[in-house]
C-alpha cells in the first residue's frame, strides 16, 4: 500500500494503518517537537500529545493525502502551546545527576537566539527547512500557504538572521 492508502484507511478508522503512519513518521516527528523544545522529555510528551490529538480528529480530514502535513502542523502547534506553557511556569533549577554540562558551541547559540527573536512565521519556515530539511513545497503544504509565501519568509527570515549575525557568526551586539 503507498502511503495515501494508509492515510485513507486511518481516516476511516483503521488503527493498524493508524499506528503503521505513525511509525513511519515518528523520527520526524520527534525531531520537529526537538527543534521546537530543546528538550527530550517535552518533545516525546508533545509527539504523544499530537497522536492523540491526530487520532481524535483524523475522521475529520477531508483530504487524506494530506495526512503528513496535517500532522506535522498539528505537532507544531502542540509545540508551540509547550512553549507558552514553558513562559506562564516559573522556571525551576534542576540538578544533573553526573555534575557534567553538555558543551555548546557559542555561535550555535548565537544562532538559537537569533531564531528566537523572529516572528513565528519566519522561524518555522527556517526551522522546517535547514533543521528537518524540508522541501519549500512540504513546508507550503505544512505551513497551508502558497510556496511564494514560504519563499519570501524563508528570504526575509534569512535576511533578519543575517543582520543579527556578524560574519564570523559571531553574536553582534553593536
Known sequence: MIERDWADAACKGDEDAFYH?????KRKLYGIAFSYLKNE?????????TICRAWSKCHQLKDPESFIPWLIRILINCSID?????????????????????MVSVQRLDLEIALERLKPKYRHV???????????TDIAKVLDCPEGTVK???????????????????????
Not at 21 to 25: A, G, K, N, V
Not at 82 to 95: L, M, W, Y
Open 21 to 25: 503512519l505513525i511509525t513511519t513518521h
Open 152 to 174: 519570501t519568509w524563508l528570504h526575509q527570515g534569512l535576511k533578519q538572521i543575517r543582520g543579527q549575525m556578524d560574519y564570523g557568526g559571531e553574536r553582534y551586539y553593536g
Open 41 to 49: 522529555a517535552d518533545a516525546l510528551e508533545v509527539v504523544q500529545e
Open 126 to 136: 527556517l526551522t522546517l527547512k535547514y533543521y528537518q530539511d524540508m522541501t519549500l
Open 82 to 102: 509547550e512553549q507558552k506553557r514553558r513562559k506562564r511556569v516559573a522556571p525551576q533549577t534542576v540538578e544533573t545527576s553526573t555534575g557534567t554540562a553538555e
